[in-house]
């Protein structure tokens, strides 16, 4: 059945019942009070299933956490830190993160850019000279900015087979090769291309720009405020009976894999940290979300936070087709992380490390408020389908829905007053209520008959049944039950003070039929 559009505005009318509601919303909020004890019923299964992992893929030693609302609810573990004392993992084991590394490089970036000291689209060789002397790829290109460098769009190739075996370089090592020169892959600012090489440079800005070491700006700056009082970019500082010791598996046996030591490279992967620590560490980038009026908690804003978890290099989508439907996965990098979009769980925000002896992975969605890390003492331990089960057994518990958005109280007052012109139209309402361009799109008598023609279609008597939806704090649905129907009305309010209502429709709509859109992905 095609829908009937009714867009009811004024020419010249000044409202006079628009006043006195808030076009502010409340933050998003979840609708289940009860959402953490059922997700809790389903952490035995993810428990089963980490272990179950580890014994698959031959992990010697694995650590596990899930983290609800901000918080750092539980955590497991499982198998062995050193293999031939057979001592335990434990949740305060230390295991190395790798690439996780870049997220608290880009966050004590973005902590300097909010105290004014330097801003992202700063050339980077104002910080770091040895710089000034690349060889652009094309004359048109423009400078590498700190931008640039967060976003892996700095145009260096990829280098992670290269990388990995850099973190002990030293200073001096670093700024002769950056003398020698850069080579590109790509122009700066024209795609992407993971790199390693980049996060350190921006470790040696972060030196400059703030006046002490990396290792130190991060700890006393991050680290400290955040209580992640094990984690360290040093494995000689973790005690020994802490230390996870690294492995890869070789002709049946378990070679062990020498700890690499913190060097001029470090910023882009030298971390150590316990799955504990890294919990806290997902629980202050979830607790960013949703955006609100708190007061500020953490060592840098919430709103930097969320920064850093927005697609700020697109690097391509997928479609893979199966009996089920289409799955779609598109996104990017945002800074020192990941960001993908699914049509399973819409945003999500990750990032994996793998070095030598060591795999892990932190993966979150802001939208539900639930994130998974996992640590590994095994060469590139694999975690992407474990975890991804793990968010799918979360979900059969019925509790892992996103945050509904709230409706400014004048969207609530709006729904009362077209809901009011629905069922009985009035001329005087109908011009209170409309925004100055929808008369423009047809005229009243127009969009006065077609809302009678459906009133009669479906029978007198209409009323609201159930909530609003909304779709934010200004657009929102609802359904009314009439004698012989349905009707679903939408509308979206317009952006000015007061909010008239730009935009109107009512459609027919099967009793049992449901308010939201078609899903157009699986």
Not at 223 to 243: I, Y
Not at 279 to 284: D, F, Q
Not at 501 to 509: A, D, G, K, R, Y
């Amino acid at each position: 059945m095609r829908a009937c559009r009714f867009l009811i505005p004024l020419l010249g009318f000044t409202p006079f019942i628009l006043h006195g509601q808030s076009s502010i919303a409340p933050p998003a909020a979840f609708p289940d009070p009860a959402r953490l004890s059922k997700l809790s019923a389903a952490f035995p299964e993810v428990d089963r299933l980490m272990r179950a992992f580890a014994q698959r893929a031959n992990v010697p030693g694995i650590a596990w956490g899930i983290v609800v609302d901000g918080k750092v609810v539980h955590l497991g573990t499982n198998g062995l830190r050193d293999v031939p004392t057979k001592a335990p993992v434990e949740s305060s084991t230390v295991f190395r993160i790798a690439s996780m590394t870049k997220s608290f490089t880009a966050l004590a970036i973005l902590q300097l850019r909010d105290a004014g000291k330097l801003s992202l689209d700063d050339p980077a060789e104002r910080y770091i000279p040895e710089l000034r002397t690349l060889k652009y790829p094309t004359s048109d290109s423009p400078k590498i900015t700190i931008r640039h460098l967060l976003s892996h769009s700095e145009g260096f190739p990829e280098d992670n087979p290269w990388g990995d075996q850099q973190l002990s370089a030293t200073d001096a090592q670093m700024a002769t090769m950056m003398r020698q020169g850069i080579p590109f892959s790509t122009a700066p600012g024209t795609s992407y291309e993971y790199s390693n090489f980049g996060f350190a440079i921006l470790g040696r800005i972060v030196t400059k720009v703030s006046g002490v070491p990396y290792t130190r700006y991060v700890r006393e700056q991050i680290l400290k405020p955040l209580g992640m009082s094990v984690t360290t970019l040093e494995a000689a500082d973790v005690p020994a009976a802490r230390l996870a010791h690294g492995y890869r598996r070789q002709d049946g046996a378990w070679l062990e894999e020498p700890q690499l030591p913190d060097g001029a490279f470090g910023s882009m992967g030298g971390m150590l940290t316990s799955i504990h620590d890294l919990g806290r560490w997902v629980a202050l980038m979830l607790d960013a979300w949703p955006a609100r009026n708190d007061a500020e908690r953490g060592p840098v804003r919430r709103a930097s936070v969320r920064e850093m978890q927005q697609v700020w290099r697109y690097n391509g989508a997928t479609a893979v087709t199966s009996p089920n439907g289409v799955a779609l996965n598109a996104g990017g990098y945002g800074y020192g992380l990941g960001v993908r979009q699914t049509c399973l769980f819409g945003i999500s925000v990750a990032h994996s490390g793998g070095l030598p002896g060591f795999g892990s992975q932190m993966r979150w969605l802001p939208e539900y408020g639930v994130g998974i890390v996992a640590l590994g003492n095994l060469t590139y331990t694999g975690w992407g389908a474990v975890i991804e089960e793990a968010f799918a057994t979360l979900a059969r518990s019925g509790a892992l829905q996103p945050r509904q958005p709230q409706p400014a109280p004048v969207l609530l007052q709006r729904k009362e007053q077209v809901t009011r012109l629905v069922s009985n139209w009035s001329e005087p309402l109908a011009d209170s209520l409309a925004a100055m361009n929808l008369y423009l799109d047809e005229p009243k008598p127009r969009r006065k008959a077609a809302i009678e023609a459906l009133r009669l279609k479906t029978g007198n008597g209409c009323r609201p049944e159930g909530a609003l939806i909304a779709e934010n704090a200004l657009r929102g649905r609802w359904r009314m039950r009439c004698r012989d129907g349905d009707l679903k009305v939408s509308i979206t309010l317009a952006p000015t003070e007061p909010a008239g209502v730009q935009f109107l429709e009512v459609t027919p709509i099967g009793r049992e039929e449901s308010l939201d859109p078609p899903a157009v992905c699986r």
